[in-house]
């Protein structure tokens, strides 16, 4: 018999010896099933109950300490009788299922957390999915669908020898994309910075970082409108540098598409 929330309520029930009618054969079956959840809560019911209805053997004080605390206390106070001593033990048992009651609510509560988490992260992977394909579609009609457009190949040097690129840039566009793979990760004070190669000089087109998979897909709207000479990636302190000074993971040159 699959396990449910209300066999977690009829365990309860069961540890404080609460009468059932047919839902106790029901319960009884389930837990004969083998159920490791609803046999170890009532195992944890059990002890508590008995914690709660735990009773001390009575003593018969003296007779004059007996008579020196009656005389002590106001006329309103009366010495408890048995029948409010079991109302007690009523009240008792009823606190104890509504501890009972509180912890299955908080267990439902965890359980529905780590839900709502697991699907807001669903849902965030799905997002970042969209908001990738939407910029690969904004990308292709500024960029990659002009006449103009170039692609410029780039491959690792350096310490990342397998890394991996290409550059599409459209000079009427005024915008040059940067897509990479394997690209190592770095510092969170370090980022890549591409750079376009004007006459020997190079000039900074932005920096940006790869995502734990070591990809990147980098939009420059620094590109120059000069025609570049050559490409590189280096690695710099975050934010970016005037002019390199970090190690080239790629490097290219330019060849008509």
């Given at each position: 018999?699959?396990?449910?929330?209300?066999?977690?309520e009829?365990?309860?029930?069961?540890?404080?010896?609460?009468?059932?009618?047919?839902e106790?054969?029901?319960?009884?079956?389930h837990?004969?099933?083998?159920?490791?959840?609803?046999e170890?809560?009532?195992?944890?019911?059990r002890?508590?109950?008995?914690?709660f209805?735990?009773?001390t053997?009575?003593?018969?004080?003296?007779?004059?300490?007996r008579?020196?605390?009656?005389?002590?206390?106001p006329?309103?106070?009366?010495?408890?009788?048995?029948?409010?001593?079991?109302?007690?033990?009523?009240?008792?048992?009823a606190?104890?299922?509504?501890?009972?009651?509180?912890?299955?609510?908080d267990?439902r509560?965890?359980?529905?957390?780590?839900?709502?988490r697991?699907?807001?992260?669903?849902?965030?992977?799905?997002?970042?999915?969209?908001?990738?394909?939407?910029?690969?579609?904004?990308?292709?009609?500024?960029?990659?669908?002009?006449e103009?457009?170039?692609?410029l190949i780039?491959?690792?040097?350096?310490p990342?020898?397998?890394?991996?690129?290409?550059?599409?840039?459209?000079?009427?566009?005024?915008?040059?994309?940067?897509?990479?793979?394997?690209?190592?990760?770095?510092?969170?004070?370090?980022?890549?910075q591409?750079?376009?190669?004007?006459?020997?000089?190079?000039?900074?087109?932005?920096?940006?970082?790869?995502?734990?998979?070591?990809?990147?897909?980098?939009?420059?709207?620094?590109?120059p409108?000069a025609?570049?000479q050559?490409?590189a990636?280096?690695?710099?302190?975050?934010?970016?540098?005037?002019a390199?000074?970090?190690?080239?993971?790629l490097?290219g040159?330019?060849?008509?598409?």
């Open positions: 018999m699959a396990h449910s929330e209300r066999h977690e009829l365990v309860a029930a069961v540890a404080l010896g609460m009468p059932l009618g047919a106790r054969a029901e319960i009884e079956q837990l004969r099933d083998g159920c490791p959840l609803c170890e809560l009532l195992v944890d019911f002890q508590a109950a008995s914690a209805a735990a009773e053997r009575a003593v018969a004080p003296p007779a004059a300490l008579e020196r605390i009656l005389g002590s206390l006329p309103a106070r009366v010495p408890a009788r048995r029948g409010d001593f079991a109302a007690w033990r009523v009240l008792a048992a606190a104890v299922l509504l501890l009972f009651a509180v912890g299955l609510d267990a509560l965890r359980r529905q957390r780590e839900d709502l697991s699907q807001s992260a669903d849902l965030a992977g799905r997002l970042a999915s969209t908001q990738i394909e939407l910029a690969q579609r904004e990308l292709r009609a500024r960029v990659l669908e002009s103009d457009v170039q692609m780039l491959g690792g040097h350096g990342q020898p397998d890394a991996q690129g290409r550059v599409f840039w459209s000079p009427r566009a005024k915008r040059g994309v940067l897509v990479a793979a394997n690209l190592a990760p770095l510092p969170t004070d370090r980022q890549y591409l750079w376009v190669f004007l006459a020997g000089k190079p000039v900074d087109a932005g920096v940006f970082d790869a995502d734990p998979a070591g990809k990147a897909l980098f939009e420059s709207k620094n590109f409108e025609n570049a050559n490409f990636v280096t690695v710099e302190p975050r934010g970016g540098v005037p390199p000074t970090g190690p080239i993971v490097v040159a330019p060849s008509q598409g």
